[in-house]
């Protein structure tokens, strides 16, 4: 919810620059996926941007930024209005829904899109209105990358991620007695999977790991056995999925890489980056 309240805050910051007049409302849109595999992820994130707006608009008793206004303190007290749109996983669809929030919303920023590939088509389209578009959840490197001006990004990235889980190895191999010397990749095939992979190949070739498969798989399948199987026959020491936890569902979740933690053989370590989405019963499996 902080993140939320300052993202927030930092969208009212930057549409209030881009007007001089005194203002009643800021009207915000927000870019997120409401339908298809991946629809509760952004049925939650709509849910918590819309409690932060209204400690925003309302104030409240809380240690939090903007909280114990009523309304947007510079800007006279106005309240965030939101426009909330499904762009449903699809980049085509974030494109052309961020043009139409601008051009028929007169939203005045940005909050989105979760997919690195939907972030980098719509932020695109809001570079070349203008407008300033806010990300907290796409961590592809390149998309901060490319020289935009009115592109921002709160979250960590897959590069940032990745060193630190090979930090984390390494410590822990030095704890624990344990050697992990191979590591298996395992990515979807969007933005984010394919540009985090090649950062993790690159780090393991630094850090003398040697990389036995390098699996890419159609974002949101419900079905991974063949490529499961392919990783339990490389039998590496660690495995490192770039997925979302949706992906390979559709026998219960037997099927997610993830879960071979569970079993009794290698590998010894699965580790998954900035998987704050997963859920609970998941993580039984």
């Known amino acids: 919810m902080r993140f939320r309240i300052v993202t927030l805050a930092c969208v009212a910051m930057l549409s209030g620059a881009a007007s001089a007049q005194a203002q009643q409302e800021v009207k915000i849109g927000v870019l997120d996926p409401l339908s298809g595999p991946t629809a509760q992820i952004g049925i939650d994130a709509v849910a918590a941007i819309k409690t932060a707006a209204e400690i925003v608009n309302e104030g409240a008793d809380l240690p939090l930024a903007l909280a114990r206004n009523k309304g947007l303190p510079g800007l006279g007290g106005a309240k965030v209005i939101l426009v ?19 051009s028929q919303e007169k939203v005045q920023a940005l909050i989105g899109a979760y997919f690195s590939s939907v972030t980098a088509a719509a932020s695109q ?65 969007t933005a984010y999977g394919t540009d985090s992979a ?53 026998r219960g979740g037997r099927d997610h890489p993830l879960s071979l933690q569970r079993r009794p053989r290698k590998p010894h370590s699965a580790s998954s980056q900035d998987q704050r989405d997963l859920q609970k019963a998941f993580e039984r499996t």
Not at 140 to 165: C, H, I, V, W
Request: aromatic share 8%; net charge negative.
């Open 84 to 102: 909330v749109v499904d762009h449903q996983g699809k980049p085509e669809v974030g494109q052309s829904e961020t043009e139409r929030l601008i």
């Open 198 to 250: 090649k950062v993790q190949e690159r780090l393991a070739g630094e850090r003398g790991f040697r990389v036995l498969e390098k699996i890419a798989y159609r974002a949101q399948t419900t079905s991974l056995t063949a490529e499961v199987q392919r990783l339990k026959a490389a039998n590496a020491d660690v495995h490192r999925p770039d997925l979302h936890q949706h992906d390979g569902q559709g």
């Open 125 to 189: 389209a809001a570079e070349r209105a203008g407008v300033p578009f806010i990300n907290g959840d796409s961590t592809q490197p390149a998309l901060t990358q490319r020289g935009l001006k009115y592109f921002f990004r709160t979250t960590p990235t897959d590069e940032n991620f990745s060193e630190l889980m090979f930090d984390f190895l390494k410590d822990f191999a030095a704890k624990s007695g344990q050697k992990f010397q191979s590591v298996s990749l395992f990515h979807e095939d």
